[in-house]
């Protein structure tokens, strides 16, 4: 392990790693947003060594994930290769300020992506396929990369919640291609993260490998799925997922400040 940690029990890691695996696959979001909250309230890590834990173990995940959507061409590899420059840049500023961020601004961070990713995905779009990209198109694509590259090294998701809304709803990619294509700009983005956070001693890499090896299998049978599932059934299924984990979070911030709360009179009684 990259920081001390105690011995955490095997069966709960492989659960995690298995939905987590299945959800990556189903929806081509490196499955980081059941990973983070599974490590927290499963495994009870802190919301830092979650976050990089998260995002060493979305690492083999994608990879099974991105081989079976590209097996079924469902990866636009010339936007995929445009987010992988963005996102191989910004997940250096994420991982700096993933070693310096104050857990509550960690855990906050997440539920506002969480939602406002859920609010964008029920707006009504028009997903047909996109046209050839012209040099702002590219930029653009570029800049999204860097938002989610930085994303994924402050919160650890693989930044798969801005890139699938941000293809759909920008650029007119079919969902599912979208999701492949986010699989596959995931990886270098959570290669480079992954040795960052292992130098800045945030990531327990062997619970991330059990998780990761867990999910391989589970991100292939939800890309199969996913090839065979309703669009628009689809879409809606990640943003209530998304909002189901925010509120859990924001659950979680607000039992938090209650215990604060209950704390402070009795110091002052003693």
């Known amino acids: 392990m990259d920081e001390s940690t105690p011995r955490r029990p ?9 939905l987590a695996g299945f959800l990556a696959g189903l929806f081509g979001i490196g499955g980081g947003i059941l990973l983070v909250p599974g490590l927290v309230f499963v495994l009870g890590m802190n919301q830092r060594l979650a976050h990089g834990t998260s995002l060493a173990a979305v690492l083999p995940i994608s990879f099974a994930s991105m081989a079976t959507y590209a097996i079924n061409d469902n990866v636009d590899w010339t936007v ?35 939602v406002a990713s859920a609010i964008r995905l029920f707006i009504p779009i028009d997903a047909d396929g996109r046209t050839a990209l012209n040099l702002v198109g590219a930029a653009l694509v570029v800049v999204i990369g860097l938002a989610s590259g930085a994303l994924a090294g402050v919160l650890g998701v693989g930044g798969g919640i801005i ?74 299924l990640f943003a209530v997922l998304l909002v189901a984990v925010a ?5 979680q911030i607000r039992s938090e400040d209650a215990a604060v709360r209950a704390e402070v009179p009795s110091r002052a009684e003693s």
Do not use: C, E, Q
């Not at 001693?201 to 939800?222: E, F, P, R, Y």
């Open 10 to 18: 095997l069966v709960p890691i492989i659960v995690v790693g298995v």
């Open 163 to 236: 890139v699938v809304p941000a293809l759909i709803l920008g650029f007119g990619i079919v969902p599912l291609i979208a999701k492949g294509t986010s699989a596959a700009a995931i990886i270098p983005a959570a290669l480079i993260g992954t040795l960052r956070n292992r130098s800045n001693k945030n990531a327990d890499l062997s619970t991330a490998g059990i998780v990761g090896v867990a999910g391989v299998l589970t991100a292939i049978a939800g890309s199969i799925v996913s090839d065979h599932l309703d669009d628009d059934m689809a879409i809606i």
């Open 80 to 114: 995929a290769v445009l987010l992988s420059l963005g996102s191989a840049t910004g997940v250096l500023a994420g991982t700096a300020y993933l070693h310096i961020a104050k857990t509550r601004t960690l855990t906050v961070l997440f539920v506002v992506i969480l």
């Open 247 to 251: 509120l859990r979070l924001v659950w």
